[in-house]
Structures are given as C-alpha cells and as structure tokens.
C-alpha cells in the first residue's frame, strides 16, 4: 500500500510528486505514455506569466502570482533554464490603452510588482523591432521564459532522485474505492494508495468520474504555434503579447530559452483531446497577428509547427479539491506552468487537511545536476570530461552539437530517456534546422545499445511508432 498515487505525470503532477518526495511518504506516479511531460506541458508557450491576466481574487491569480514569484529558486534547484526577460502586451488604439490601464490594475491587485503603461517611444527603446502601428504597452518586469517540458522532468526526476516511484506505460482505465484506500488500474497493473491525486489534465474530468465525481468537466482548447531557427531568436528580448480584444487574447512572439523564437498560440476549441493537428488556417492567422506586434520576422526561418492542447475546465478556475482523500487539479490551463510550484503547495496542504501526517526526510536532495551543464561547462571543463570520457567528444547532433556522452547520460538519469523523442527533449539532438534528419539513426543505435535491445525495437514515441522493421535486405 503507498501513501499517495499522482495520476499523470505533467508538471503539475511533477510539482507534487516532487514538493511530496521531501516528506516520508510512499509515493507513486502512473503515467500513460512512455515519458512525462507528454501533455499540455510538452507543448505551450513557455512564459512564466507575472499574474496580471486573471481574474482579481481567482485561484488562478493567487497561484500564478506565488507561483512566478518561487519559480526562479525553484528552477534553480532543479538545474532548469529559466530567464526574467520582462513581457510587453502591445495595444494598437486608445481603446487597447484602456484595456492595458485595466490590466495593469487587475495585475496591481493580484500583487505583481513594477507594472507600468509605456508609450511608443519607450517601447521602442526595449523594443526596436516593435511593430509599425503599436502605440502603447503595459510592461510586466517579472515575466519570464522556461522550459516546460525540460522543468517536468526536472521535477519528475528529483522526485525519484528522492524515493518516487515512476509508472509509465499505464493507463488508468478504472479507479475503486475501498475503506481508507482507493486502487488505481490500468489493463495490466494496479496501485493502491490511501490518496489519491488527479493530474491527468484534459483527461482529469474522465479520472474524476472514476471515483463518480462528475461535478465539472474539461475540453480541449487547439494552440497552434511557429517556431523559427535560432537565427530569428534575437529579434525581441521581451515576450511580446497582444492586447486582448473582442477578437481574443491573441498571440505573442517570444524568444525561447534556448535562443529560437516562437510564435503563437491560436485559440480554438475543438472536441477531439487528441487531435494535435496544425491547420494552414490557424498558421496563418499566427503569421498575420506576429507581423503586427513585431516588424521583420523571418518566416523563412520556420523550422517547425505543432499544437498545444489546453484543459479548459467548465468552472472558469482551475479545479483544485478534496474530498475523501482524492484530490483534484483539474482545469489547470494556462497559467498552469507558472503556478506548477504554488500548486504544489497548495496540494501538500490539501493532503494534510485530508489527514496525511507529513513528517521531513532528511535525505532529501532539492538540487538537481542540470541537464544542459556540459554545454555550460568551460573548455577546460569540458576537456576534462572528455578526457575521462570520450564519447563527449562525438557529436550526434550537428544542429544543435549534441555528443554522444550527453546521449547516453539522458537514458541513464531519472526519468530515462526510452525513446527518440524523449532523447531530443532531453539533449536537443533532432530539435535544430534538419530537425533529426541526420543525428536520428545515430540515437537509435545508442537507445538500443545503452538499453540492450535490438535495433527494432526502439521507437520514436513509445506504443507502436517504431522507426526500423527490419534490415533493408531482408524486408
Ligand atoms: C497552447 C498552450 C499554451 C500555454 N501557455 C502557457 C504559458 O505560457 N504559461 C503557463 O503558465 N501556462 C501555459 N499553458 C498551460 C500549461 O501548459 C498547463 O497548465 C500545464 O502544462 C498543465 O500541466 P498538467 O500536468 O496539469 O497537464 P498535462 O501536461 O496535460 O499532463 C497530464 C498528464 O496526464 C496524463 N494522463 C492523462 N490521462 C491519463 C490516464 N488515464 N492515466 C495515466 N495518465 C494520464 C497525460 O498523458 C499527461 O502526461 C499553456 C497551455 C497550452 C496548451
């Protein structure tokens, strides 16, 4: 029996996996994919938002603003690229400039610092490339970029760097309530736990209901995003919002912080919860709204498109809950990465009102070595390690200088790499111009070798998507 089931591993359920793992408690997370951060936290816009955004009073607001306010130690800890590079919501009209004067207010209230309504010429100060016809700006100093799938299996990681179990593969299928326990199914395996904790974003509705909880729901809500080469990545330094309008909340151009720049997202509600499909319509609409706000990008610089899929809850909140020991975190749409670290406080309150005795581990490790600290080594440092181990010396990826060594660390850290994706969510081979197209056999070779499996068995996202049948001439 453990202490506590997460059910999903995104970052929300990373957070508490991660703020739970510094108690003594048994802990386990299931996953149904074949790595963490498969959900809304693989694909969004990255902004670690300072809190003006909502609603005066909201869940939201208090977790978002506690949230961005703990996120640069947190980050820290765990070894995450994270920078405060400020954000700007661009307004087009006097009408624009008293919607910002009416966020700045409602960002006031929600207790963000520094904000302020800038006109043109200070905006182009910050801002050179600002588009033609933007006429004001609310500045939020406190805005900042991270990487959100990088910070999930951070988050995921430490956790099991500090005793949390790991379960991926398992789909929870069907959720039984026993007296003082629930267990947990999946086709082909079980976990019991005295609390339960729903993290299962688009799918949180379909969990609760599991425990016949039907007391909100959740839909999917399409992003579609552009993002351009590193070459584009210093065009704006802020995060360059759009001022919200009849039309929506529109799209911001950003840079990223691994040097690319980013365009996006759309917003448009779908049924589907799987269907993360771009639609020409959807790009375009970001092309036109992008080369508003921001003059000069290169939109031949693109190097991929994807879609994000937000949980959209039916209350307008985020679904926060208790009760008899199943907790949920639901609705949690953006700013749902901002907030993760507050969340999971919050949860960890829960849980104690819930009855759970928290006791301190005194084993806990709350640092994590970074992911990316071989590229931030000096040469010196780095012909050190090379030294001891030459595999860092053979680069994989050439778009993004990946070597060999760093390949072989992500499959063997916690939460390993399985697959050719999850490599290049961890090191970056494949993430460049050419997008895998030359480093991508290279990785299949070392999964296959590093994990002692056959070539054929290695799969760009787990289930079924496997790259090799067979050898050429056998097939
Ligand atoms: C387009 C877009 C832009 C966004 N931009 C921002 C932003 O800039 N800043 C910000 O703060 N927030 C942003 N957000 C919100 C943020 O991404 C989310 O709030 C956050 O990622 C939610 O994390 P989560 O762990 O709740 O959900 P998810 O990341 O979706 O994780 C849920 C996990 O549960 C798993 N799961 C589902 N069903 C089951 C099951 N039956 N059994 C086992 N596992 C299951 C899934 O596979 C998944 O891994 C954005 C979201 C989107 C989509």
Not at 80 to 93: A, W
Not at 131 to 137: M, N, S
Not at 256 to 275: C, H, R, S, Y
Not at 374 to 402: G, L, Q, T
Request: hydrophobic share 35%.
């Amino acid at each position: 029996m453990r202490d506590v089931v997460i059910v999903g591993a995104g970052v929300i359920g990373g957070a508490i996996a991660r703020e739970l793992s510094k108690y003594k408690l048994d802990v386990t997370i299931v996953e149904k994919c074949s790595d963490v951060a498969m959900g809304a936290t693989r694909a969004n816009s990255a902004i670690v938002h300072a809190g003006f955004d909502a609603k005066e009073g909201s869940l939201k607001a208090k977790m978002n603003v506690r949230g961005s306010k703990m996120m640069k130690k947190f980050a820290e800890e765990l070894g995450v690229k994270y920078k405060r590079n400020g954000s700007l919501v661009v307004g087009f009209s006097e009408e624009d400039r008293a919607t910002l004067l009416d966020l700045k207010k409602r960002g006031e209230i929600n207790g963000v610092e520094g904000l302020r309504v800038i006109d043109r010429e200070e905006i182009l100060k910050l801002e050179p490339s600002i588009g033609e016809k933007v006429t004001v700006a609310l500045h939020a100093p406190t805005g900042a970029i991270i990487c959100p799938y990088e910070l999930c299996m951070a988050c995921v990681g430490n956790a099991m760097d500090n005793g949390v179990e790991l379960k991926l593969n398992f789909d929870v299928k069907k959720i039984e309530k026993h007296d003082g326990y629930y267990t947990v199914y999946s086709d082909n395996d079980s976990v019991s736990a005295k609390y339960v904790i729903n993290c299962a974003g688009v799918y949180s509705d379909e969990i609760a209901k599991m425990v016949a909880d039907d007391s909100f729901t959740v839909f999917p809500r399409r992003g579609e995003y552009m993002l351009l080469d590193k070459e584009c990545g210093k065009l704006v330094s802020h995060t360059i919002f759009r001022c919200p309008s009849k039309m929506g909340k529109g799209i911001l151009v950003s840079p990223t912080v691994d040097g690319n720049l980013l365009l996006g997202p759309t917003a448009e509600n779908i049924e589907d919860k799987e269907d993360k499909s771009t639609t020409a319509k959807g790009l375009a609409n970001v092309r036109m709204q992008a080369s508003e706000q921001v003059s000069g990008i290169n939109f031949g610089k693109i190097i991929t498109s994807f879609t994000g899929l937000r949980s959209v809850g039916s209350t307008g909140d985020f679904i926060i809950n208790e009760n008899d020991g199943f907790i949920n975190c639901a609705g949690i749409e953006s700013p749902g990465l901002s907030s993760a670290p507050a969340i999971a406080e919050y949860v960890r309150e829960l849980l104690v009102s819930a009855g759970a005795v928290l006791e301190n581990k005194e084993s806990f490790v709350a640092k994590r070595r970074p992911m990316h600290y071989f590229k931030e080594c000096s040469d010196e440092e780095k012909n050190a390690i090379i030294k001891e181990n030459p595999a860092y010396a053979h680069i994989i990826c050439r778009c993004e200088m990946v070597s060999e060594g760093e390949i072989v660390e992500a499959i063997h850290t916690n939460p390993g790499a399985r697959d050719v994706d999850a490599v290049k969510r961890r090191t970056r081979s494949g993430m460049g111009r050419c997008q895998g197209g030359f480093c991508s056999p290279y990785v299949v070779e070392i999964l296959a070798r590093e994990l002692g499996v056959a070539y054929t068995d290695i799969t760009k996202f787990g289930g079924e998507s496997y790259i090799n049948i067979g050898k050429t001439k056998e097939v």
